[in-house]
């Protein structure tokens, strides 16, 4: 990823989505530009309207965190946005480390016990949304993910490169941008991360629809929600889940899926359980995603 550039490409296309009737300003006589101008997003913020074609540019060399905070309100940015921007911001920094390999991620055995104990379907994922490990519930549920041809095992590579994704995910655009987004902001706040990097790259050379999504540079939270699934198996769900961190392990976190009391989900769900343990479905390994 390259620093300076996410910096310039993402402050062009949160101004171009800010209209002057938004900020309070008046939008007399023709504009060329979508959006805010320049010299607008500038006075706004406070700062001299070189200084800010400067971070347009992507020198953001000693920007302070009070003209970022400036420029997040100018902006309109919401919170995942704004930590976005300072991510950038330190990741534009002029002597950047060197790209790091991606470290080897094992799931603990007490993170897996906790696993085993959760009656819900929980996974275990990383930054890079790979699927490290999950319960016998979990790995029912995602069993079109874990099997899928594309391996290893990572969300955003089975939905934009297994076909079968857009069966087994009924709201597929919007998952596939929730996960773009996501990637985007872990981009922003780990550049140097080779693994990211790589992943970004195959996505971007084998799918046009995450090569165009990229470029927007959006960005989200992506903590809580609920999932329409197509199981080949049980037929639609519609679960709720939480994403928990796994505090004492960086980037690991811990999804958990429910279905609401009474509802045909749950009934699937408790199908699926069942089909589980007869057809002896074993909890997913840790797996090595660097490999």
């Known amino acids: 990823m390259d620093a300076a550039g996410d910096i310039a490409e993402f402050l062009t296309t949160r101004r171009a989505r800010v209209t002057p009737e938004q900020v309070g300003l008046p939008a007399w ?3 060329r530009v979508k959006g805010l101008r320049r010299e607008e997003v500038a006075s706004l913020a406070g700062v001299s309207v070189e200084y800010y074609k400067r971070l347009e540019r992507g020198n953001a060399a000693g920007v302070s965190d009070g003209v970022l905070e400036a420029l997040a309100q100018a902006l309109q940015l919401d919170d995942a946005e704004r930590a976005h921007l300072f991510d950038l911001a330190r990741a534009a920094n002029p002597v950047a480390p060197k790209r790091r390999k991606a470290a080897q991620q094992h799931v603990r055995p007490v993170v897996l016990r906790m696993l085993d104990s959760i009656s819900s379907p929980a996974i275990v994922r990383n930054s890079r949304v790979d699927y490290l490990a999950a319960n016998a519930l979990g790995r029912a549920l995602y069993a079109p993910l874990f099997d899928s041809r ?9 939905t934009f490169l297994d076909p079968a994704a857009h069966d087994f995910y009924i709201d597929w655009e919007h998952i596939a941008r929730d996960l773009v987004a996501h990637l985007r902001s872990q981009a922003g706040r780990d550049p ?6 790589d992943l970004v790259g195959e996505l971007s050379t084998r799918s046009d629809e995450f090569r165009t999504w990229w470029a927007a540079h959006n960005v ?3 903590r809580t929600g609920t999932k329409r699934l197509r199981h080949p198996i049980v037929g639609e769900l519609e679960l709720d889940y939480e994403v928990m961190d796994v505090s004492a392990d960086d980037g690991l976190t811990i999804s958990v899926y429910s279905a609401e009391p009474g509802s045909r989900s749950e009934q699937a769900l408790d199908l699926l359980g069942s089909w589980s343990a007869t057809t002896a479905l ?5 797996t090595d995603p660097t490999t």
């Open 282 to 286: 074993e909890p997913a390994s840790t």
């Open 150 to 158: 594309e391996q290893p095992a990572n969300s955003a590579r089975f």
């Open 220 to 222: 989200r939270y992506h």
């Open 192 to 197: 140097h991360d080779r693994g990211l990097s």
């Open 29 to 31: 006589g023709p504009r």
